[in-house]
Nanobody, 118 residues
Framework: QVQLVESGGGLVQAGGSLRLSCVAS????????MGWYQQAPGEERKLVAF???????NYLDSVKGRFTISRDNANNAVYLEMNDLKVEDTGVYYC????????????WGQGTQVTVSS
């Protein structure tokens, strides 16, 4: 079974930047939608960005203009460039994918913690 490993999180001050990586142990080229999810403390996991095979991205309004998602099918990877980070971006970030958004086919990885301080 394909496993997902997220990395790149950390503690940053508001206004800072991070680049998250998600590497799959198997191919993601056949996966239509790959996305990044944020789980803030005490909240449900929510989709913040997703990308389809041709590279077209989509974003939650709150991260538009600040986050950039990309995928590298050749290396079975998905990335999330996070700029101008805000305190409300704090949470554990996970990647996953499937035929359509929020219909995920992989087991959840361990995620990567992003903490933004004011």
């Amino acid at each position: 079974q394909v496993q997902l490993v997220e990395s790149g999180g950390g503690l940053v001050q508001a206004g800072g930047s991070l680049r998250l990586s998600c590497v799959a142990s198997g191919s993601i080229s056949s996966i239509n939608v790959m996305g990044w999810y944020q789980q803030a403390p005490g909240e449900e996991r929510k989709l913040v960005a997703f990308v389809i095979p041709d590279g077209t991205p989509n974003y939650l309004d709150s991260v538009k203009g600040r986050f950039t998602i990309s995928r590298d099918n050749a290396n079975n990877a998905v990335y999330l460039e996070m700029n101008d980070l805000k305190v409300e971006d704090t949470g554990v970030y996970y990647c996953n994918g499937g035929a359509q958004i929020r219909v995920n086919v992989f087991p959840w990885g361990q995620g990567t913690q992003v903490t933004v301080s004011s």
